[in-house]
């Protein structure tokens, strides 16, 4: 059975960081690509950070480039975003999403793909 469990949310001030963390089980960890969906109040989903296991090849979107970091820890299978200079307009619900990647390019696919797995997510507000 498939699980993403994320950790890490809270609340947060402007300029903070956080470390949010997506735990999976259930499935060949290098086979997925996996990365973090937010969602704001009022607004869609919105894929914003993936890297594959195929390739170690990475997904920003424009709004977080430069200040997350996804990275990935093979042995425990989980998945870790770094926020660093968070901003209120990233408040939101965040989610793990995993979709399998046996080729080049899987976050292109992981971004654009409705079907995944999804973890229940993990809430990130920050305010002053």
């Known amino acids: 059975q498939v699980r993403l469990v994320e950790s890490g949310g809270g609340l947060v001030q402007p300029g903070d960081s956080l470390r949010l963390s997506c735990a999976t089980s259930?499935?060949?960890?290098?086979?997925?690509?996996i990365g973090w969906v937010r969602q704001a109040p009022g607004k869609e989903r919105e894929g914003i950070s993936c890297?594959?296991?195929?390739?170690?090849?990475?997904y920003y979107s424009d709004s977080v480039k430069a200040r997350f970091t996804i990275s990935r820890d093979i042995v425990n299978s989980t998945v870790y975003l770094e926020m660093m200079d968070l901003r209120p307009e990233d408040t939101g619900l965040y989610f793990c999403?995993?979709?399998?990647?046996?080729?080049?390019?899987?976050?292109?696919?992981?971004?654009?793909?409705?079907?995944?797995?999804w973890g229940r997510g993990t809430q990130v507000t920050v305010s002053s």
């Open positions: 999403k995993a979709r399998p990647a046996y080729a080049p390019k899987g976050c292109d696919r992981w971004v654009a793909a409705s079907q995944a797995y």
């Open positions: 259930g499935f060949t960890f290098n086979d997925f690509a």
């Open positions: 890297i594959s296991g195929y390739d170690e090849s990475t």
